[in-house]
């Protein structure tokens, strides 16, 4: 217990040792026996924080937060069948990654070290920006030159130094995999304590439902780093007895970019590089998932499925939805369009979550662009 486990090799570090892969190159998890004092978190401010004794940070001296309160979790009505979903594009920067980036840059801080290299659409590099610009961390973020101006812009006013690299996706994860030779990777792909932030998705949720799971949760699937911290939260409150059983995990994918989507299809082991189409939905534009193989593993384990949406489901569901009153990215509106095919076949008691990503004020020309088609 309280260890780095890697995935490839069975490998087993300190969790104080500043690494964030195996010496072999497998992947890393944290291996840390979470508790949940009810009565104390009871007494705590709303927000992540309150669960302390999940989080493996050791000295509440390096906090990094802005006291993120709960997000809101609000029912949503679609054609007679409810949905509660939580509105994490409500966090400090902007999305749900404020979660990993608080844990992260926590323990970025207890590493005692000063800078930091990430890539990113943009979200996870304006959380893992902002939370930097709190510690008095440096961070280098890299990002394809095709990010929407509005998350070109928060990420440079945090102070971080911007690369923007031509190319796709892949390649600005290369250059930051080429910088992380000399600085610590504050990867929310591949650092394992970012999935300790995302896990608390769980928690809030479980909570917010008077400590019972819900039947299934509905997430977008880009690298996973969402879905793999809901997997983590709900069996670490399996483990402790709060609950009684795992919800099914919904993975909602881009049919341009589906990669784990395929690969559940085809009943594969393993997720495997694809040629990706262009999708508006940019935070889950990912053709090579470096926990892919994980995610899919995750998902059958919990009797989940993955779904996948057109371009055209998503515009759809994004011009819906912002009638509703809630102004979301385009990628958030996937998971919409993934709810809508979920409805089709769930049972009509069935207790559902989801979650809206992030803010739409993020992209606004794309959101225009799509009002006016
Ligand atoms: C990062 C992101 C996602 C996808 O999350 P993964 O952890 O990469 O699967 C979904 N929506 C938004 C808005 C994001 O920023
Ligand atoms: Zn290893």
């Not at 920006?129 to 008095?136: E, H, L, N, Q, T």
């Not at 006013?157 to 504050?186: C, F, M, Q, V, W």
């Not at 819906?320 to 993934?338: D, L, M, Q, V």
């Amino acid at each position: 217990m309280d260890k780095l486990i890697c995935r490839s090799c069975n490998g087993e570090f300190s969790l104080s040792e500043a690494i964030w892969r195996c010496e072999c190159g497998g992947l890393l998890d944290v291996d840390f026996r979470a508790s949940f004092p009810i009565d104390k978190i009871n007494r705590r401010p709303s927000g992540f924080w309150r669960y302390r004794e999940a989080i493996p940070i050791l000295d509440d001296k390096n906090i990094i937060s802005f006291n993120e309160e709960f997000t809101p979790m609000v029912p949503l009505d679609f054609n007679g069948k409810e949905v509660l979903i939580k509105l994490d594009y409500l966090f400090p920067t902007g999305s749900f990654k404020d979660r990993g980036a608080s844990i992260l840059i926590s323990k970025v801080k207890e590493l005692r070290i000063k800078r930091v290299v990430e890539d990113s659409s943009g979200n996870a590099g304006s959380a893992i920006a902002a939370y930097c610009a709190k510690a008095g961390i440096e961070c280098d973020i890299f990002v394809p030159d095709y990010t929407p101006p509005g998350k070109i812009a928060q990420i440079e006013s945090y102070g971080a130094r911007l690369h923007r690299i031509p190319g796709t996706r892949e390649d600005a994860a290369h250059s930051a995999l080429r910088a992380a030779k000399d600085y610590y990777y504050a990867s929310h792909h591949w650092n394992p304590f970012f999935l300790q932030g995302t896990k608390t998705f769980a928690f809030e949720v479980a909570e917010q439902l008077d400590w019972i799971s819900p039947d299934s949760v509905i997430v977008p699937v880009g690298s996973g780093s969402l879905l793999l911290g809901v997997y983590k939260g709900f069996n670490e409150l399996l483990n402790a007895g709060i609950i009684d059983r795992i919800p099914k995990l919904i993975g909602i994918q881009a049919a341009n970019c589906a990669p784990v989507a395929i690969s559940f299809k085809e009943n594969s082991n393993d997720v495997y590089e694809i040629d990706k189409k262009e999708t508006i939905a940019e935070g889950i534009s990912i053709a090579a998932p470096v926990r892919g193989k994980q995610v899919l593993e995750s998902v059958k384990n919990c009797g989940g499925k993955f779904i996948t949406v057109s371009e055209e489901e998503i515009k759809e569901s994004l011009r819906w939805i912002c009638r509703k009153g809630f102004f979301i990215e385009p990628t958030s509106a996937a998971t919409i369009a993934g709810i809508n095919k979920y409805l089709k076949e769930s049972s009509p008691d069935e207790v559902i979550v989801s979650i809206f990503t992030g803010h739409g004020l993020k992209t606004t020309e794309k959101i225009l662009k799509i009002l006016n088609e």
